[in-house]
């Protein structure tokens, strides 16, 4: 007996086995890629490979968050920017900003210093090394300034940098007030009187800061998950705040 089909449903079939197997073909091209450049960089973590919009030329994402580019065999890095030139913006700092990111809701705050100003309403969490001039630069210049905002202060010290930061860190967080203990600090340069000695988060705080990509300090983290380092002005980061409350 023969049996027919209309021809839509051989052609929406055949389009569906093609489909399937054009997605294939691609995931074992970009694991073939991402091999092939792990075996090169093996002192390296590839975190991922996809295609770039240009033919044979594929985007690898380098832990932490470094993106270049590659051709199929892994034979040839592109370090730089792709720039899309009708759109006239750099693919590479897109990608950059998407990978810069990270759930806010999940930040241990219990873990922070605290500080509400007005009505608290928009959140920002800020990673700071107490020896860095920079987070005092911010503290004084720019989150002083600010109002109707809750900041989520994370004590992390960076040894490398600062050798004595992690003593300091300590010293703050076993004060009875924490918060009086870090602006003493961060604004009149005087530390709290006690041993350091108390159960604190400070190794627990490098992990998480290390997990979301914080390698400098200050690092700040906004409501929508965007993680900018350095210490902006106030006017950007008003305007980040801005966009991380709508997003």
């Known amino acids: 007996m023969n049996v027919s089909f209309p021809l839509s449903r051989t052609v929406l079939a055949l389009a569906t086995v ?9 995931a074992n091209e970009t694991e073939s890629v991402k091999s092939a450049v792990q075996k090169k960089l093996p ?11 240009v033919k044979g030329v594929f ?7 470094q993106v270049v580019y590659t051709d199929a065999k892994a034979d040839f890095m592109f370090v730089g920017d792709m720039v899309d030139l009708k759109r006239q913006v750099s693919l590479t700092e897109e990608r950059m900003n998407e990978l810069m990111k990270t759930d806010f809701n ?4 219990e873990s922070a210093i605290k500080v509400v100003k007005g009505n608290g309403s928009r959140r920002v969490a800020v990673f700071s090394d107490p020896d860095c001039p920079f987070c005092k630069k911010l503290e004084q210049e720019t989150l002083s300034k600010l ?14 940098l600062h050798p004595d930061a992690a003593r300091k860190s300590a010293l703050i967080w076993c004060a009875e007030d924490k918060l009086v203990a870090w602006n003493n600090w961060m604004f009149n340069g005087t530390l709290p009187d006690n041993k350091g000695d108390c159960a604190h988060p400070i190794s627990a705080l490098q992990k998480v800061g290390e997990d979301i990509g914080v390698n400098a300090t200050p690092t700040i983290v906004f409501e929508n998950g965007q ?6 002005d106030s006017a950007t980061f008003e305007t980040q705040l801005s966009m991380g409350k709508k997003s």
């Open 18 to 26: 093609l489909t399937f197997a054009a997605c294939a073909n691609a």
């Open 147 to 160: 109002d109707n905002v809750t900041i989520y202060n994370f004590v992390f010290p960076i040894a490398s």
């Open 43 to 53: 002192q390296r973590k590839i975190e991922s490979v996809r295609p770039s919009p």
């Open 106 to 109: 999940k930040l241990p705050f």
């Open 59 to 65: 985007e690898v994402v380098i832990a932490p968050r």
């Open 227 to 232: 993680i900018i380092p350095g210490a902006i």
